[in-house]
């Protein structure tokens, strides 16, 4: 039997912001640079892949060691 892929996991931006260390108000910045867009909504809430979250955090630390 043949397997569907797993959909990606979409979390609200406070637990994004727990689980890359960063505070709520550096995963609204990232959005607003447009480093991160948000995948979905779930009602005023903005949802995001962890994986771009990562990702973000990535792009961001990168640009904080060069500058």
Request: glycine share 8%.
């Amino acid at each position: 039997m043949l397997s569907s892929p797993a959909l990606p996991a979409l979390i609200p931006g406070p637990l994004a912001a727990e689980e890359a260390g960063v505070a709520p108000a550096t995963i609204r910045k990232w959005v607003q640079l447009g480093h991160l867009r948000a995948a979905g909504k779930a009602g005023r809430a903005q949802l995001f892949r962890l994986e771009d979250v990562f990702a973000a955090e990535r792009t961001a630390r990168g640009r904080a060691r060069t500058a």
